[in-house]
């Protein structure tokens, strides 16, 4: 094929998308776990808002599918160069050669141990204001502070809610000229670690302190860590980096999505761990295209060498 494809996201059904609609040949495999598969619904994507993430990925694979592009189930652990192809392997025990290849999954979210995050996570525990932050507007909202972060959160969330807890967890600097801002705008403290989340009927209903005592919340934002977890990048030689943030590490490529390594490209969360689903289609598109332009500049040199 023209290009290989690994993860059927929005950032990688984008890519493809654009790819297809340009006559290249495209093979799309996805593993089948997407990163927001938690979620009840997709939100900030203008048209789409709500859409559960299945059924938007569903829509995305008939949408590339009538262009000519094959989507697998699938997952690829390891890729090399063969003269100008790259040779990746699928799980499955296919073997695929590619001219490009696009990496958009991998992203993986570390979550702070304490009993019953994980559980929840995606739900009625959350890290994103604008990806969740509608759906508890008006509740009790607690932010587990990990790092400064936190403040930053609370601040976004007190738009949401009155009621906001920072539980200030095993944190303990705060910058105080914050904290007594926030304090002037209603947000409460809370000292002491949390021992683990509390629920009733699957629905969050607090947090148990390490002392016994109990915190009610109906909603918990926390703060990952970010990091990109993907045999396949590794095989490749493909290096991570710190990402700008300071929440974890990333793929870092030029504007037009190529990495340090000639013929891969990436976009989406593994590139941007911050980019919502609407963010991370656009990387996509743009991927898609300039993946595009390179490879008619390929065609192009090789036309005139053989002139």
Same mark, same amino acid.
């Given at each position: 094929?023209d ?42 994507f ?6 559960p ?29 063969? $003269?100008?192809?790259? &040779?990746?392997?699928l799980?499955?025990g ?9 990496v958009?999954?991998?992203l ?8 019953g ?32 972060a ?11 809610t ?20 926030? &304090?002037?705008? $209603? ?8 021992a683990?989340?509390?629920?009733d ?10 002392d016994?005592? &109990? ?32 929440? $974890?590490r ?7 999505? &190529? ?13 941007d ?10 990387? $996509?598109?743009?991927?898609g ?19």
């Amino acid at each position: 094929v023209d290009v290989l494809v690994v993860g059927g996201g929005p950032a990688g059904l984008s890519a493809a998308l654009m790819l297809g609609r340009s006559r290249r040949s495209v093979l799309v495999v996805d593993a089948g776990v997407p990163r927001n598969a938690p979620a009840a619904g997709v939100h900030g994507f203008l048209t789409r808002d709500g859409t559960p993430p299945g059924d938007l990925l569903a829509i995305g694979r008939a949408e590339v599918e009538a262009y000519g592009v094959t989507v697998v189930d699938d997952r690829v652990d390891a890729a090399t160069r063969i $003269g100008d192809r790259l &040779r990746a392997e699928l799980a499955g025990g296919g073997v695929v050669h590619a001219r490009r290849l696009v990496v958009t999954s991998g992203l993986v979210d570390i979550l702070p141990d304490v009993p019953g995050v994980a559980e929840r996570w995606g739900r009625d525990v959350l890290h994103c204001p604008y990806c969740h932050g509608w759906e508890v507007r008006d509740q009790v909202v607690g932010i587990l502070a990990s790092g400064p972060a936190a403040l930053h959160q609370a601040r976004l969330f007190r738009q949401l809610t009155d009621r906001v807890v920072v539980l200030r967890h095993t944190t303990d600097d705060l910058a105080p000229d914050e904290v007594s801002d926030l &304090r002037r705008w $209603g947000v409460a403290f809370v000292d002491g670690e949390v021992a683990c989340l509390e629920a009733d009927l699957d629905r969050l209903t607090g947090a148990r302190l390490v002392d016994g005592r &109990r915190v009610a919340l109906e909603a918990l934002v926390v703060a990952p860590a970010f990091t990109v977890d993907s045999p396949l990048l590794r095989s490749l030689g493909v290096g991570l980096t710190d990402h700008p943030s300071g929440l $974890g590490r990333h793929v870092q490529t030029d504007a037009a999505g &190529r990495t340090a390594v000639p013929g891969v490209w990436a976009a989406g969360n593994v590139t941007d761990p911050m980019a919502q689903v609407v963010a991370a289609a656009a990387q $996509g598109n743009r991927v898609g295209a300039a993946l595009n332009a390179d490879l008619v500049a390929e065609d192009l040199t090789r036309i005139k060498r053989s002139a």
